[in-house]
């Protein structure tokens, strides 16, 4: 616990000071993005790295946070900060009910149910065409159907914060959230939980033996999970101010798994590590874009073959070589020192 | 009356093709665990090779046919050797395999992008004309479809059941161990399935695109389809997915018909999920019913 | 030890274990023509681990295994089996979802096994008559004793000249132990080499040729099983016994 809040406050200060010492539209921009997905991933890895449950359905988790809260807004005229928390908490009973239709199976099963979830709901949301109600002479659909859901407005920052700021206020919305969705996944995967799924993994026979229940322990990840990222998705849909279908897109979802896969299954730090390494990636092929996805899938191919533990299981490993060849050399000098700094 | 028969007809014609896309896929899935997401893609590169051997290099139909199967055979076999070989001793084979080919299929998709474009195209390796069944057109090519994917199930099936080969691919996937005591080269039979099954999809791919158009990402649905078909029909029956695929083109055509043709996706997938919480293996599968 | 023409296998220095944790510490032992030889001593000492070496399906970090006077270190399993080294593993590793004729025939499934397959077949199906009448069972479905006699006709449609049997009475009643008992004793009248691991001595006094003792890796005794009572403090050490 220590250690990661010593790894986590560093990078706390660090994103609280960036905005500030960078006040530009562009940097502002990509980071308040990258905290939203990062948000999503560090929830997926706790679904997917610790619990084992292989669910492509994140993205429908969040849409769903994202749709609830801009139709909230839209159709009740909610504000935003309180359609967000119903849009969370949407979000999880989804989550729930994909949840008890699909953790009884094994593990493909999960994967192709959960993207079938995914893909119904796109089609849904891209097939609305019937009348919901009149703007002026267009006609508008309750999903937003193509075009997308918008006229919710925002979170209102540029009614609260001086021009000059009012960028940061999502900014710091969104680190929020991404903040609170990692301490959660800290204290789940340090927590007696955490643990018990160490212990399926380990020996399912004794975990069993000891009345260690998967189905009851999946199932609350599961739902939990899909709180912060259904904020997530309010976030994304308060920043943007429309809510669209292009969430559901295969490839978004696919962007999402490599930045998980990419950084690092079942680690703390990895969809951080993922996020970040991504977005760079993103960036820096902007210039090839027409060749994105062959980057994209060489990427997955590679870690998966070569690298299934990703980055931060690199990082971790070149931490431990680091310490052992520290102690060694220290072994060399005096023996006995080592020993007793061990107790 | 007509209706039934109009339904009947679409159903048929929808089952038939999910039954076609269903083949390559539940053979590498059902027979050696590889849930391959680049399926899809191989499906493409079969109907794109038919395309530019017909096109470019003015192929008969036959023979483009030829060329379209060498390339499948060549994309499952590179899958293999890229692929699936490094994986087979890794604890999660399962899901790394799925992630794994999903990154195939990302590089399928752009380098068949970049080299035909995103437009559609027509498929020029084809039966042209058709026949009016109740009031409905019925292409020959949907005939030559249902008449293909019978036949290619059966066959798969037959070389399943009753071939040395077939029987080297079961003992693979219910005892690797085994398999290898008895003297069976188990890489060799994971080359041989995969590239059996991009063959399959590579002639899929072709018979699939006369009746769509090609398009780089025209694999995709066809998949989800015949994943949703395995799923029902449980793993690894032949005979089981064929049902299982007639059987979901006839719901889909008629919610089509009844409900709106935007209900149809939804309602199948409904039933899928009523089906596995009824069975988890599938309405024709045999897996024991694990504990946890 | 043995060393001469009749040697059928042997293991020199063999060296091996999973991932970090070493199984085999330099084993070393010799199987002459004909021979029934039987390795004793405690569990996780790492006599499947030896089996398993011999016969391909775990690959030895060190030391030297020849089988006919050709070394086969290293090379696959299935390369191993069309030598002639049939391995009949521990738990049987039946193919649960075929017939028992199916997995007879798998047995059979190199191409100079297949050749002989039909006559193999009458053979087997005479050795244990239980199976021909259950030949269209399907293999999940059968008794303990039942499949165990599958495992070994599987093995014995191979066809070869080296038998290695993990544990045979392993989880069996005693009368089913007794029967694959005798149907080891009349395999070996029929010429096999048998290499077979047991934990009950009392059950190998009367067969075995000859004893190896087993522990922590290494072989520590050798010798005729009737000696092996002479020798309590081995007993006493290293069976618990």
């Not at chain 1, 006040?23 to 921009?29: A, C, F, I, K, L």
């Not at chain 1, 308040?32 to 706790?46: G, K, P, R």
């Not at chain 2, 090779?49 to 096109?55: L, V």
């Not at chain 2, 390796?125 to 293909?148: H, M």
Request: proline residues 3%.
């Amino acid at each position: 616990m220590r250690k990661d809040v010593a790894i986590g406050l560093p990078l706390l200060v660090l994103a609280i000071v960036v905005p500030f010492a960078w006040p530009t539209r562009y940097v502002v921009e990509e980071m308040t993005l990258f905290f939203i997905w990062a948000a999503v991933v560090t929830q997926w890895n706790l679904v997917f790295g610790v619990a084992g449950v292989f669910s492509l359905a994140q993205m429908a988790i969040f849409a769903i946070g994202g749709y609830v809260t801009g139709m909230l807004g839209l159709y009740l005229g909610w504000s935003l900060w309180l359609a967000m928390f119903a849009g969370g908490l949407a979000a999880v009973v989804f989550s729930a009910l994909v949840g008890v239709a699909c953790l009884r199976l094994r593990g493909a099963y999960v994967a192709l149910l959960t993207l079938a979830i995914t893909q119904t709901m796109y089609l849904l949301i891209i097939t609305d065409t019937e009348c919901f109600y009149m703007e002026g002479v267009t006609c508008r659909n309750f999903t937003g159907g193509t075009r997308g859901l918008t006229g919710y407005g925002d979170f209102g920052f540029h009614q609260l914060l001086p021009h000059k700021y009012a960028a940061f206020g999502d900014y710091f919305l969104a680190l929020a959230v991404l903040c609170t969705a990692t301490a959660f996944s800290v204290f789940i995967i340090r927590s007696p939980v955490g643990l018990a799924f160490k212990a399926l993994r380990d020996n399912t026979v004794y975990a069993i033996s000891r009345g260690i229940g998967r189905f009851k322990y999946q199932l609350l990840v599961f739902a939990a999970s899909a709180l912060f990222t259904g904020l997530a998705g309010a976030v994304y849909a308060g920043h943007f101010r429309v809510m669209g279908a292009n969430t559901l897109y295969l490839s978004q979802t696919l962007f999402l798994l490599s930045m998980m896969i990419i950084g690092g299954v079942g680690q703390i730090w990895g969809p951080l590590l993922g996020a970040a390494a991504l977005m760079l990636v993103d960036e820096a092929l902007k210039e090839v874009v027409e060749w994105r996805l062959l980057g994209l899938g060489l990427m997955l191919v590679v870690f998966v073959v070569v690298w299934p533990k990703g980055l931060a299981g690199g990082v971790e490993a070149i931490a431990r070589r680091w310490r052992r060849d520290s102690v060694r050399a220290f072994a060399a000098v005096r023996p006995e020192e080592v020993a007793s700094a061990k107790e | 009356m007509n209706t039934a028969v109009q339904i009947l007809v679409s159903g048929l014609t929808l089952g038939a093709m999910y039954a076609i896309s269903t083949i390559g896929l539940s053979l590498a899935w059902g027979a050696v665990g590889v849930l391959n997401m680049a399926q899809g893609g191989f499906l493409v590169i079969g109907g794109y090779a038919a395309y530019a051997g017909a096109t470019y290099l003015g192929l008969s139909a036959p023979l483009a046919l030829a060329l379209s199967a060498l390339a499948g055979a060549a994309v499952g076999a590179a899958t293999y050797f890229f692929v699936i070989r490094f994986m087979l001793d890794c604890d999660n084979f399962e899901t790394n395999v799925i992630i794994a080919t999903v990154g195939l299929a990302l590089i399928f998709e752009n380098v068949i992008l970049q080299a035909f474009g995103a437009y559609p195209l027509r498929q020029p390796v084809r039966i042209e004309g058709g026949v009016n069944i109740a009031a409905t057109y019925v292409p020959y090519e949907s005939i030559a479809i249902l008449a293909a994917s019978v036949t290619a199930m059966m066959a798969v099936a037959w070389v399943l059941a009753r071939t040395r080969m077939g029987r080297a691919i079961r003992a693979v996937s219910q005892n690797r161990a085994a398999a290898l005591l008895m003297g069976v080269p188990v890489n060799t039979v994971y080359l041989q399935v995969l590239t059996i099954s991009g063959v399959l999809a590579a002639l899929s791919g072709v018979m699939l695109s006369t009746i769509t158009t090609l398009a780089p990402t025209m694999g995709y649905d066809p998949m989800l389809k015949a994943f949703i078909v395995c799923v029902v029909a449980g793993l690894g029956n032949m005979y089981g997915a064929l049902y299982a695929a007639f059987a979901l083109g006839i719901l889909e055509a008629s919610v089509q018909f009844f409900l709106g043709v935007r209900f149809g996706f939804p309602a199948m997938l409904l039933l899928i999920i009523l089906t596995l919480v009824w069975r988890p293996y599938g309405v024709f599968g045999r897996g024991v019913t694990q504990r946890f | 030890m043995r060393d001469d023409a009749s040697t059928v296998l042997e293991v020199r220095g063999l060296v091996a274990g999973y991932q970090d944790h070493e199984v085999l510490r330099g084993m070393s032992l010799a199987l002459g023509k004909g021979e029934l030889v039987t390795l004793i001593g405690p569990n996780g000492h790492g006599k499947t681990t030896l089996l398993r070496c011999i016969s391909g399906l775990v690959r030895p970090s060190g030391g030297e295994i020849r089988f006919g006077g050709e070394s086969i270190v290293g090379r696959r399993a299935n390369e191993i089996v069309a030598r002639g080294v049939v391995h009949i593993p521990q738990g049987d590793l039946l193919f649960p979802e075929m017939t028992v004729a199916d997995n007879l025939m798998m047995g059979a499934y190199l191409p100079s096994a297949n050749a002989a397959a039909e006559t193999r077949l009458k053979e087997v199906y005479e050795l244990l008559p239980a199976l021909q009448e259950r030949r269209f069972q399907i293999a999940s479905t059968l008794s303990g004793g039942e499949r165990r006699m599958l495992a070994i006709g599987r093995g014995l449609m191979s066809g070869g000249q080296l038998l290695l049997v993990d544990e045979p009475s392993l989880g069996l009643a005693p009368i089913a132990i007794e029967h694959v008992y005798s149907v080891i004793s009349s395999l070996r009248q029929r010429g096999w080499t048998i290499l077979l691991v047991e934990e009950n001595v009392n059950r190998i006094i009367d067969i075995a040729d000859r004893v190896y003792l087993l522990d922590a890796g290494r072989i520590v005794w050798e010798g005729a099983p009737h000696t092996l009572f002479d020798h309590q403090e081995l007993l006493e050490v290293y069976l618990g016994s």
